[in-house]
Nanobody, 127 residues
Framework: VQMAESGGGLVQAGESLRLSCTASGLTFDAYALAWFRQAPGKEREGVAAITSSGKTTYYSDSVEGRFTISRDNTKNTLYLQMDSLQLEDTAMYYC?????????????????????WGRGTQVTVSS
């Protein structure tokens, strides 16, 4: 299984970015997926999740209303649209697929529920 994030970069506060995550080697449309992030000196935290069908989503309080998770099962691709970016959004962002091929994510989002990870893409927000 391989998962690869892209789309990170350096932006100013208030701007937008769209992250993508392409996956191979798994039955993409069978898995719940999630985005996590890790800022320097902090633990990795789950920020958004989506069911295998894409019909149900979850957002952490810190990104609710600003980020949108979506997926295109025909392209084996997961997305994270990030709007109104804030300095506190600066982090390495990772996509992840459920460890047990579950269609629905569990809450709270925990790293241990995800067995497949990308290497991450850096998002830096400047003032």
């Amino acid at each position: 299984v391989q998962m690869a994030e892209s789309g990170g970069g350096l932006v100013q506060a208030g701007e937008s970015l769209r992250l993508s995550c392409t996956a191979s080697g798994l039955t993409f449309d069978a898995y719940a997926l999630a985005w996590f992030r890790q800022a320097p000196g902090k633990e990795r935290e789950g920020v958004a999740a989506i069911t295998s069908s894409g019909k149900t989503t979850y957002y952490s309080d810190s990104v609710e209303g600003r980020f949108t998770i979506s997926r295109d099962n025909t392209k084996n691709t997961l997305y994270l649209q990030m709007d109104s970016l804030q300095l506190e959004d600066t982090a390495m962002y990772y996509c992840a697929a459920d460890r047990y091929k579950r269609a629905y994510y569990r809450l709270p989002l925990e790293m241990g529920d995800y067995g497949y990870w990308g290497r991450g893409t850096q998002v830096t927000v400047s003032s």
